[in-house]
């Protein structure tokens, strides 16, 4: 198949009109024929006359094409990011009337997070508090130490559980554990999050409390900010006549 192939419009496709599918395109196809299949024959709108994952089982040929493409951002691009996460101010932040949705510090963690600790963005938001560590040959230091060993002291980030593997520690430039020390410092105490990968009650790095009280914590995600209900619950306190069912603050 090509793109294009069997559509009623192809407005947008462009200059990929014609073109070979992708490897993964084909995988995702093949996959959803094959749902179709098998859920037609489970609510019994087909007869059970071939077995679907056997007979629509993606070819080898597809699957050896199938992996990790990561796209490789230009130097240019990448020096552009550094200078911008490195120079950040908080005048650079977006301002409401009310002043900066989010502390500074919070961002400026979150950045430098970003740029220098090599992890998915998933399993930087699930960083918990106190994953940095200092330490000089084994001893360990706080990061705001003058001692003379402190010079030297190599800064570790915990990461917890990640999609291929078991929680770990990593060396990280320091700039990046200063930040997040500079960040735990003004961090407001709020309640604990449920890992979603571990099941466990931890507290999150990169959380903050909503501007209206702590009806509803604001959880930085991959995808943006999401507010989630905390104890007590917005059905509680409707209940109580303290908040309006409908007020999602």
């Given amino acids: 198949m090509r793109v294009g192939d069997y559509v009623q419009r192809t407005a947008g496709l462009g200059d990929r009109l014609g073109k070979p599918l992708e490897a993964a395109t ?15 024959q489970e609510w019994e709108w087909l007869p059970r006359s071939f077995d679907p994952l056997r007979a629509l089982a993606i ?27 490195l120079n950040l101010e908080a005048a650079d932040l977006p301002q409401s009337q009310a002043g900066q949705f ?4 919070l961002v400026r963690a979150v950045t430098l997070t970003w740029l ?9 938001a699930r960083l918990r508090v106190g994953c940095i560590r200092w330490q ?22 915990d990461v917890p559980p990640h999609k291929t593997g078991t929680a770990f520690t990593k060396p990280v430039d320091p700039i990046l554990g200063q930040a997040v020390d500079a960040w735990q410092a003004v961090r407001p105490d709020q309640p604990k999050f449920t890992d ?22 604001r959880l930085l995600q991959p995808q943006g900010v999401h507010s ?4 007590p619950s917005q059905k509680q306190l409707a209940e109580d006549g303290r908040v309006h069912p409908t007020d999602r603050r």
């Avoid at 040929?61 to 200078?83: F, H, M, N, Q, Y």
């Avoid at 989010?102 to 510090?105: A, D, K, L, T």
């Avoid at 220098?116 to 930087?124: C, K, T, V």
Wanted: charged letters at 25%; hydrophobic letters at 40%.
């Fill in 196 to 217: 979603r990968r571990t099941g466990e009650r931890v507290d999150l790095l990169f959380a903050m409390p909503a501007p209206h009280g702590l009806r509803t914590l």
């Fill in 26 to 40: 084909k995988a995702g196809q093949i996959t959803a024929l094959r749902t179709l299949f098998r859920d037609c």
């Fill in 102 to 105: 989010y502390p500074f510090e």
């Fill in 59 to 85: 070819p080898r040929s597809i699957t050896a094409l199938l992996g990790p493409d990561p796209r490789v951002i230009a130097d240019e691009v990448w020096a552009k990011l550094l200078w911008a996460g």
């Fill in 116 to 124: 220098f600790s090599g992890q998915r963005s998933n399993e930087i």
């Fill in 136 to 157: 000089h040959d084994g001893t360990p230091i706080t990061g705001d130490s003058r001692q003379v060993l402190a010079r030297d002291t190599v800064c570790l980030l």
């Fill in 228 to 231: 989630i209900p905390t104890t």
